[in-house]
RNA sequence: GGGCGGUUAGCUCAGUUGGUUAGAGCGCGUCGUUCACACCGACGAGGUCGGAGGUUCGAGUCCUCUACCGCCCACCA
């Protein structure tokens, strides 16, 4: 027990009780406990990108909250924390600050890299620096370390009940077996396979991406009119087109099978402006009549619609745009004629960009462009975090069997949502919608470095070629491996691209691939079956909504792979955290407040006490008058728990001596308090127990206390040890409600007159508070708090102080509440300093105040 | 085009199965330094609950339609 101080202040907490709590390991996980004891959480492995802003802060604290109420109600609380630093955000983040870019051609002991003695300050113009993929590796390990040092400071000045024993990182050696071993297991079941296919690609990053990290975005283009021509010399067929430069790639002109403009054209042939090639026109149910000429080009691949018609209707491939971006130097196939293949000339190596406006000047020196081209806004899928458009290429990459071709797998999915439970129960409409939008397998692989490689090497046949099918995969046992670095088992390093030899997959994971592994990361899946066993499946997804089509669906899929199970229970979904203009904060924007300024200008209590008014699942604004509201309240858990320990002197905490019906109708309402808070938390509402206890709270202070301030201090009879038991009762109860939330003011204060911790303490029981607030009539707080306000008032309403005394006080109202009043009278008499108190029966309350003499 | 969430005091939000005069905090105004708290307290003003219709003895709460805001999915020639 520790001495009060004179002046309670927050200054400090989150130092004094940060390293206390650390030094005494109050949050470690007891890993003795069996299953049902237990409660895990999945913590989101928050993307380490060099900063946090102040809406990472909220959603982690709702997270906190509900682990500090779980294990005040006894669970051993398994709460791990994460850094996601694997993938390409970090890649970019290295290229920028270090000025480098990764050349896998490169060998290790061939770079000039230097780290600059000043990094992140490039001069301008600076050249990116190529070097060997060793080193952009070691690069990437050296940020994130920086980063997670940082964030781990900021976690832990937030108050978050992390055991951080138990930490990972989506790029640690844990992830990357539980990612390599989770793969090879899918691969084995079939669940994970390889395929040659059109697959979206980013022409900036060199990768191919999911559909879930696609996004449209509004953008200029416009119309252009292109005659195709009747094999037949029958005159022309019109269509439109947004991307003329494809004219080359074309295969196909498409219309609705119903449209009978074009119904006679079916089963005939055109043939192609400016390259002369002829195409089939064919029907389609996609074809939508009302767009543009009501028939479309359909090009390899101008979308992923022209995808599902390639594959549908069986068309060839003319492939003319190439992995960076460009038209690919040689032809397509068909394109024979020699006034086409000159022209096609003209745009080979240009962008999309450059080429398109070469085409156009083709057409117009044909005449095979009707009019001006018609500009429009459309959008266009773009990367989540592209510059430029998506293009679509057809490459070699591993997928995930997700639903999206397959109504079985697709149905088990939607299965699975409906076994979870949502934390607001309308975020599975968002799940369900994705999922049953779908068109297609989630894609794993990406032509990237930082990230945990596909674990699978190709034999090489005895010509040199590699043979794709041929492949061989590492022992469980060996894992994580390198393909890249290391030989196949049975292989020597010098076969490695030989004949006979072999070769490493040189792809990675999507960091979505690791990502979904996290509950079987943390639990140890196969590695320790014994955590795992106590700790899986898990109890809670906290995460945002933004990523229920990626990171919580992803996870569903592979845990239902792999264990046949639901990864969790409860997925709690957090909304957004908004500046105080109802944008979404992000750091473009320049309006994003760093957490630890509010900590140390507030307290950590009272960023809390903002970010737990939030409710689960909505959207709130970042407002700094909320910060102050926290710390007021903070700095009131203070003061009023030093005036209660004052004036209950040497009583100690007695329910029993809680005679007086006043106390006893105090504790009762409090018990209905405790039962409200615990349903809230129950169900993962913070916001509603927070809610309910500050409600209380005020009324305890303001009424309650101000009622009983005399009676306490007449020491020594048995009104006064009523007051104090109750007082004391009270205060153990609200003290620990509030722990959940304000865990530094809360500790500190539990810390001035009990032992230990107050977040080892059992969460309150109505019961605890015993016969007193079992009995007691709630209605007497009432009626003396109505009647102290009534005085309050009219002394308000005369302008002179509270300490003046009323002559007399007349209280009509009814039978039952003067009967409750009468009970509380002489506390009501003392509060309002009443020389004379009368009560008249009426149908409701109304009081009458005569005032003394003021001063 | 399909769907989800929201709309309550100047601001931020509660309002749990429909039940008497719709709540809180902030802000604003007035008063007050009572021995926990001036990083304070007390009191007050302020809303026909987005709109229309319906069910009901009774609707902020249930139903229908509708407007606006935000978002998800689909489409995107």
Not at 9 to 21: D, P, S
Request: hydrophobic residues 40%; contains cysteine; proline residues 6%.
């Amino acid at each position: 027990m520790a001495t009060i101080p004179d002046k309670p202040g927050l200054e400090g907490l989150e130092a004094t009780w940060g390293k206390r709590w650390e030094a005494d390991g109050i949050y470690r996980f007891d890993r003795a406990r069996p299953r049902a004891e237990v409660f895990s959480i999945d913590t989101p492995p928050p993307t380490v990108s060099g900063s946090l802003h102040v809406g990472s802060a909220c959603s982690y604290t709702h997270t906190d909250t509900v682990a500090r109420y779980q294990r005040m109600r006894g669970r051993a609380v398994y709460y791990p924390m994460g850094w996601d630093d694997n993938g390409l955000p970090t890649e970019r983040r290295v290229q920028n600050y270090f000025g480098v870019r990764c050349d896998p051609s490169r060998h290790y002991d061939d770079d000039e890299f230097e780290i600059p003695a000043k990094a992140g300050s490039l001069p301008s113009g600076h050249r990116a620096v190529a070097i060997s993929r060793k080193r952009f590796l070691e690069l990437c390990e050296r940020l994130v370390a920086e980063d997670e040092v940082k964030f781990e400071a900021l976690w832990r000045a937030l108050g978050l009940s992390v055991d951080w024993q138990y930490t990972y990182t989506t790029i640690g050696e844990g992830a990357r077996r539980t990612s390599q071993r989770a793969f090879l297991r899918n691969l084995a079941r079939d669940e994970a396979y390889q395929a040659d296919a059109p697959t979206l690609w980013d022409v900036d990053d060199q990768t191919a991406i999911a559909q879930a990290e696609m996004e449209d975005k509004e953008t200029p283009g416009a119309y252009h009119r292109l005659a195709f021509h009747r094999s037949d010399g029958s005159g022309d067929v019109i269509i439109e087109t947004t991307r003329p430069e494809l004219l080359a790639a074309c295969v196909a002109l498409v219309a609705h099978p119903d449209d009978e403009r074009y119904r006679p054209l079916f089963g005939t042939s055109v043939r192609t402006p400016l390259y002369d090639v002829e195409v089939p026109v064919v029907a389609h149910r996609l074809a939508e009549p009302e767009k543009g000429s009501g028939i479309a080009m359909i090009c390899t691949f101008g979308d992923v619609t022209d995808v599902t018609w390639w594959r549908e209707l069986q068309l060839p491939t003319r492939t003319i745009v190439g992995k960076d971006g460009r038209i690919l130097a040689s032809p397509p196939n068909g394109l024979a004629s020699d006034g086409g293949r000159a022209r096609y000339e003209e745009i080979a190596g240009k962008n999309v960009k450059q080429a398109q406006q070469r085409v156009v000047e083709h057409l117009a020196e044909t005449g095979e462009m009707l009019g001006e081209p018609r500009p429009i806004t459309h959008p266009v899928k773009f990367y989540e975090r592209g510059k430029r458009p998506l293009e679509i290429v057809a490459s070699r990459q591993w997928y995930i069997r997700n639903g999206g071709r397959d109504a079985e797998r697709r149905e088990a999915f939607l299965q699975r949502a409906r076994e979870l439970h949502w934390v607001p129960p309308y975020m599975k409409q968002r799940y369900d919608s994705w999922v049953e939008g779908l068109t297609g397998d989630w894609l794993i692989s990406r032509q990237r470095y930082f990230g945990v490689p596909i674990p699978v090497w190709y034999r090489v046949d005895g010509e040199g070629n590699v043979d794709h099918d041929d492949r061989v995969v590492p022992d469980e046992s060996m894992l994580p491996v390198d393909p890249s670095a290391e030989p196949a088992p049975g292989y020597d390093e010098s076969q490695r691209g030989k004949a006979n030899g072999f070769v490493g997959d040189g792809d990675v994971m999507d960091t979505w691939a690791t990502s979904s592994l996290t509950p079987l990361i943390v639990t140890a899946w196969a590695d320790d079956d014994d955590l795992f066993a106590r700790t899986y499946p898990m109890d809670m997804r906290p995460q945002a909504y933004e990523i229920i089509r990626t990171w919580l669906f992803s996870t569903v899929v592979r845990s239902h792979y792999e264990t046949g199970t639901l990864p969790w229970k409860h997925a709690a979904i957090s909304g957004w955290v908004l500046d105080p203009d109802r944008k979404k904060m992000s750091k473009s924007k320049g309006n994003v407040v760093g957490p630890m300024d509010w900590i140390e200008k507030y307290g950590a209590d009272a960023l809390r006490y903002w970010a737990a008014s939030a409710r689960p699942g909505t959207d709130t604004a970042f407002e700094e008058a909320q910060l102050k509201i926290g710390r007021k309240l903070a700095i009131k858990v203070l003061n009023v728990s030093k005036f209660v320990l004052n004036a209950a002197g040497d009583a100690t905490l007695e329910v029993d001596a809680v005679t007086n019906p006043l106390d006893q109708s105090m504790l009762a309402q409090l018990g209905g308090v405790v039962r409200e808070a615990t349903a809230a938390f129950d169900g993962f509402d913070y916001a509603r127990s927070l809610e309910r206890t500050e409600a209380f709270f005020w009324r305890f202070c303001d009424d309650y206390v101000e009622l009983v301030k005399t009676r306490s201090y007449q020491t020594g009879t048995d009104a006064s040890a009523s007051a104090a038991a109750a007082l004391l009762a009270a205060l153990a109860t609200l003290q620990r409600l509030f722990a959940p939330i304000l865990p530094y003011a809360s500790e500190e204060v539990w810390s001035w007159w009990r032992d230990g911790s107050v977040h080892c303490e059992s969460w309150p029981d109505p019961a605890e508070l015993g016969d007193p607030a079992a009995t007691g009539n709630p209605l007497v707080f009432d009626v003396a708090a109505d009647v102290l306000g009534a005085v309050r008032k009219a002394k308000s309403e005369a302008k002179v102080s509270l300490a003046t005394p009323a002559t007399r006080v007349v209280v009509r109202d009814t039978e039952a509440r003067l009967g409750a009043l009468a009970l509380a009278a002489s506390d009501v008499v003392a509060a309002g300093k009443i020389d004379e108190l009368v009560t008249e029966a009426a149908a409701e309350l109304s009081v009458t105040v005569t005032l003394g003499v003021a001063g």
